[in-house]
């Protein structure tokens, strides 16, 4: 059966608000004109996220925006915050820290809430750390710019909106290949995912399609042949082999479960096999 | 039969040269008491570059060194700077623009006498723009911490001491992923090899052994399914699909003609290796 589940936008933090906005107009697209919940809770000072979205999504059509925020847990009990989720067409979580995404939100009804809208076909957006957090386990903290040393990775539980993939962002603008390469060592089931600025997934029905200016990194460590992650000494460089990296661009697409890329000039076959009765589709990738 | 050419000491940058000094120790112990000439040409203004090695090998036993360094061409043809290379041991080319080294020695006695050394024997070694500059053709320009663009990757070439090898450095400082891919795309008959800040590779016997603190990143496109490389779009976004990849650090090795890395772990079994005959390794590696 095809996914009931709603698109997820995945963006790589800096999307352009005020250009071309290819991302924000893939959003807008499909809120038609339904209600955006703008989710400010990864930020402590959420000062003007707020306004910086209405301004950029106003432009695009979508008028009907409201904000969300919890300064602390108790407040995801009052009616109030749980009412803005009310009839969304779709939830954005802006940037911060992801952290305080799960730390604020995580096990409280407004977690609840959004996981359930999604699952009923409601659209999740998420940059920076609205980003990382979608994943069962998400990415805190590690080096970037520098490789990764085996100690130097903090991961959490994030909202697990996505399965087995792991989520980083400002990808090549932060130099983060080693720490995703990290991530991957820890346990290969996960598929690492960089994304650069200005670049953005949208996950629907198990396919990715890549969209907006910079690339996509795909992490694969189903062959790692040899990798030190679980040695003991905290300071040592990574090494981790025989790992199957793919960049895509806008146009590319990328399956999850068969985790195979496609490329603009494959896409007319991507979009036949979406044609394809579900049955069939169970066959031709080896799952739904 | 075994290579007789020297040594290769491929470093990414910034080489400690005041504290363990791991990587010039490397570079010391195969010198001996030998000569090491410190080939400055990378650099517009070299004041100082010669002073710091003499003090960084100094201590670690390598006192006869010599400076080599050409403003304009002509001066390549002087006794002077020929007879600087007489009786090497090793040459180091220091830091700069690899373009400085290319032209201003490409097609000079000096470049084919520093060739003629390796072949017989010497050891080269070269950092930052003096290890780009090793390979038949080397990365000049592309953009750093950011996706890899299309158009924008300027590549030259080299002084040829190793083949079918791209070599970038200040690698995972630079967020220099996305430029290697591109240069790897062009032709996936060479093998990308990124190397981080006080990190080298020592090739010996068409062996690479990692050295120092940080990573090696091996991009191996053998493999590659799909890329957009040849698009007519400079400003298109680089996508490559279907990349082997290894990170490498201290203690691993790298097989160049198989294209296999070798862990820590599994040192012994290489060593051993290298006791077989020359024949058998032949038929082992499938060439030499």
């Not at 995580?106 to 959004?114: A, H, I, L, S, W």
């Not at 820890?186 to 890549?210: F, K």
């Not at 790992?243 to 590319?252: I, K, N, T």
Request: hydrophobic share 40%.
């Amino acid at each position: 059966m095809p996914d009931a589940a709603g698109p997820l936008v995945i963006i790589g933090g800096h999307e352009d608000k005020d250009g071309e906005r290819l991302i924000l107009k893939e959003i807008a697209q499909r809120l038609g004109d339904g209600k955006l919940v703008i989710a400010t809770v990864a930020s402590h000072e959420p000062d003007g996220y707020f306004e910086a979205y209405q301004k950029a999504f106003g432009a695009l059509g979508v008028t009907h925006l409201v904000e969300l925020y919890v300064e602390e847990r108790p407040e995801t009990l009052s009616d109030h915050v749980q009412e803005a989720l009310d009839g969304a067409a779709g939830v954005f979580f802006t940037g911060g820290d992801q952290l305080r995404i799960s730390s604020q939100i995580g096990d409280t009804p407004v977690e609840r809430r959004v996981r359930e809208i999604h699952r009923a076909g409601t659209l999740i957006a998420g940059t920076s750390a609205g980003a990382s957090v979608m994943s069962d386990t998400m990415l805190v903290r590690g080096s970037s710019a520098e490789t990764h040393r085996i100690g130097d990775l903090h991961m959490a539980a994030g909202l697990g909106l996505i399965h087995d993939v792991i989520i980083d962002q400002h990808f090549a603008e932060r130099g983060r290949i080693g720490r995703l390469l990290g991530a991957v060592a820890q346990n290969p089931r996960v598929l690492g995912v960089g994304i650069d600025e200005d670049t953005a997934i949208i996950v629907e029905n198990g396919l990715a399609t890549v969209h907006g200016s910079g690339g996509v990194y795909v992490v694969d460590g189903a062959g790692v042949t040899h990798s030190n992650i679980a040695e003991a000494e905290p300071e040592r460089t990574l090494s981790i082999h025989d790992v199957r990296m793919h960049l895509l661009s806008a146009g590319d697409r990328f399956e999850l479960i068969t985790r195979r890329p496609g490329s603009a000039k494959t896409l007319k076959c991507s979009e036949r096999l979406s044609e394809v009765a579900p049955e069939d589709r169970k066959a031709i990738h080896g799952g739904d």
